[in-house]
């Protein structure tokens, strides 16, 4: 069981983080044609909107809150140390990842359904839209049974991160939790190490420029 | 004063014969291509009519271009703010149904059908997904159908019309059409480029083409709501866009772009403009009835020594001055002042010209389909066949005055030249019309000249590239060696 422990806490996550940012600036310097997310919209715009748009506003809070307990644990614990807070973090999170969930599955369906957009997936494709499926619903479930989630994310999985960005894998934080939160870290890395091989390269190119570049180019 | 050298177009349209010659020549040279089959960089319309994609000119649908507000020009889709949060999916973007869905046949099934008592048939296949579709629409599918309840009668411009007007175009019998291609303008306040997130959209300094660097092209689709004329095309399969790019590939070897190539009514007419890039702002923020003027001042005299001085100094070549001096488009835009910009309530300030047509010219008469009983032969401007008032709003932003002033001078130019060779139209009342028209005889034999006995060289008057003053020359001479199509070293496709 240690030798398992220390293959997916320990090892897996430089595999995943080194391809992640080997390929990811590869791909970026020697053939940025390819790096986009292939809009289907101009084929299917309707059902686009309904999956698109909870899909992404849930993504991205998940991914700030993330984030932020794992910037400013400290805060993150001072700021959820009364219950009402507490629930207002929990239920945010709730609901982002329902959001998620909802328009994960009705992008999938969207593609399933139509022959047009069909022609358009790739199999890289299914296989990130399974992955994001099992964080959806591995997330939700730790949110529902194993309360409170952002009280303990902050003492448990955040040193865990840490200690790997401190190259000392803590593997024991690891095994000692239950197996749905295992299964969502090894999620994670699993994203982690096809993110830069797929259309979710997109992220890494978000245009925030555009909100100070000059509005005519003229070169 | 910001002197920039733009290669810019006139169509004259009383010489399009509609035959799509020019559509074809550029499907094969660009978008013959797997994801650019429904794209058309250069099509032919026929007006009244709904055009490609349907209903382009309404946007009150598709929200292109910009809109005055606070006294400057704002994106009507997008913009800074609104581009961002509307990222995950653009409310304002037209699907391929708005254009068509690209078909073949089925050929081979002609030759291998098994021996049977009917003709075996090829059947119409869709090119996204392969499938039998049946066929809907197409690009030119309302093609020479004016008259046509559900085409020509729901083309947006007829909102200036009155209902008389209306009733009056689509007459049995008496119907009335043009046509009308388009390309990229090319304008000088492009929507597309300020409207692209990542910036992959940009025009060139030399000659003011607008071109999509498709490696920086992320495919967020803004650039194609943005375009109010809808020359900015969604490749569904490469998932990026693409436009014309007036075929700088040809401009710089001194060819003219394959669409006027291969125009055979030789409508099509390529030159130099200088412009004041100062002034483009104020002139995209004026009310509607102003732009045309506004936009023909931001046009520079390229004679002008003070202009000449700003256009050196700009780094502009001197053989681009005489480009510009020798230009066919300076003389139909601002010296005749008879061609005009398509659609430039859209603020995008189109660099592409049309010379309204002043065909038909059947007057509208009494009954009968040639009314010859008219004093002046070709029937009064007002009673025309085609109410000014509809042409107005295709290529003056409803200021009947400008499509008047050309019209009558075309007019004039065929008074001149019927007097010289038919001689039935007594001098003085030639000399009358071309008092009327602002036009001299001198004049009117140039614009003649120019109309129907123009040689190659004269209708496109290109300016060298000077590819010895290009950056790419400072870089490595052999980068581009062995590369194929527009510039890149791989095949462009997709690892996911």
């Keep these: ?219 | 004063m910001d002197v920039r050298s733009q290669v810019s177009m006139v169509f004259h349209l009383d010489k399009c014969i509609g035959c799509h010659t020019c559509s074809i020549a550029c499907k094969n040279v660009w978008t013959d291509r797997k994801g650019a089959e429904y794209m058309w960089w250069n099509n032919v319309e026929t007006k009244p009519g709904t055009g490609y994609p349907t209903a382009w000119e309404d946007q009150s649908q598709y929200s292109g271009g910009w809109e005055v507000k606070d006294g400057k020009p704002h994106l009507r889709a997008s913009g800074r703010y609104r581009g961002l949060t509307n990222i995950f999916h653009n409310p304002k973007l037209p699907v391929i149904d708005d254009y068509y869905e690209p078909w073949t046949y089925r050929y081979e099934d002609l030759f291998t059908a098994p021996a049977g008592d009917d003709q075996p048939t090829a059947r119409a296949v869709s090119m996204i997904t392969g499938e039998p579709i049946e066929i809907t629409s197409g690009p030119n599918w309302d093609d020479d159908l004016s008259g046509s309840p559900l085409y020509a009668a729901n083309d947006p411009n007829l909102t200036a019309l009155t209902p008389a007007q209306r009733e009056q175009i689509f007459e049995i019998e008496r119907l009335v059409f043009f046509y009308l291609p388009r390309i990229c303008n090319h304008c000088s306040n492009p929507a597309c480029v300020a409207s692209c997130p990542s910036g992959a959209l940009y025009k060139r300094g030399e000659d003011g083409v607008v071109v999509l660097n498709q490696a920086r092209c992320r495919s967020w689709r803004h650039c194609v709501s943005a375009c109010p004329y809808k020359k900015t095309y969604f490749n569904w399969a490469a998932g990026k866009s693409e436009k014309c790019i007036l075929c700088f590939p040809r401009l710089e070897t001194g060819q003219a772009p394959a669409c006027f190539h291969s125009c055979v009514g030789r409508i099509r007419y390529l030159g130099v403009l200088l412009y004041d890039a100062d002034q483009i702002e104020a002139t995209a923020s004026l009310p509607d009835d102003q732009l045309v003027d506004a936009q023909r001042k931001m046009i520079l005299d390229p004679f002008d020594p003070e202009v000449i001085r700003a256009a050196k100094e700009n780094g502009i070549h001197d053989t681009v001055i005489e480009s510009a001096q020798a230009s066919p488009v300076y003389k139909f835009v601002k010296r005749w002042g008879i061609a005009l910009p398509l659609h430039i309530e859209f603020r995008t300030l189109p660099m592409l010209f049309y010379v309204p047509p002043l065909l038909p010219i059947i007057g509208n008469g009494k009954g009968d389909a040639y009314d010859a009983t008219s004093p002046n032969l070709f029937g009064t401007l007002d009673s025309a066949r085609l109410p000014i008032e509809y042409l107005a709003r295709l290529f003056s932003a409803g200021n009947v005055g400008k499509v008047r002033y050309a019209l009558r001078k075309l007019m004039s130019v065929r008074y001149v030249r019927r007097q010289g060779e038919v001689g039935d139209v007594p001098a003085a009342m030639v000399d009358a019309l071309l008092a009327e028209a602002d036009c001299t005889r001198e004049e009117a034999e140039a614009i003649y000249r120019l109309t129907s006995l123009p040689l190659f060289d004269e209708r496109f008057v290109i300016p060298p590239s000077h590819r010895e003053e290009a950056i790419a020359a400072l870089t490595d001479p052999l980068e581009f060696k062995g590369a194929t199509g527009v510039g890149f070293r791989q095949k462009p496709e997709r690892v996911s």
């Design chain 1, 1 to 219: 069981m240690n030798l398992y422990n220390a293959l997916f806490f320990g090892a897996f996550p430089y595999v995943a983080v080194v391809l992640l940012l080997v390929i990811s600036i590869q791909r970026y310097r020697s053939n940025q044609y390819t790096i986009s997310s292939l809009s289907s919209q101009f084929l299917e715009s309707q059902r686009l909107f309904w999956g698109s748009v909870p899909f992404h506003l849930g993504v991205l809070t998940l991914f700030w809150g993330h984030l932020t307990g794992f910037l400013i644990p400290r805060e993150v614990q001072l700021f959820a140390s009364t219950p009402l807070r507490l629930l207002v973090l929990e239920l945010t999170g709730f609901v982002a990842g329902l959001m998620f969930l909802l328009g994960l599955v009705l992008l999938i369906r969207r593609r399933l359904f139509s022959k047009r957009l069909r022609v358009v997936t790739s199999p890289l494709d299914y296989v990130v839209h399974s992955l994001l499926v099992w964080q959806a619903v591995s997330g939700l479930y730790i949110a529902l049974y194993l309360r409170w989630g952002s009280a303990w994310y902050v003492q448990v999985a955040v040193p865990y991160l840490r200690s790997i960005f401190l190259a000392a894998p803590d593997v024991q934080l690891m095994a000692s939790v239950p197996l749905m939160v295992q299964l969502h870290v090894l999620g994670a890395f699993s994203l982690f190490t096809i993110f830069s091989f797929t259309r979710l390269m997109h992220v890494l190119v978000a245009p925030i420029p555009y909100l100070w570049r000059r509005a005519q180019l003229v070169i």
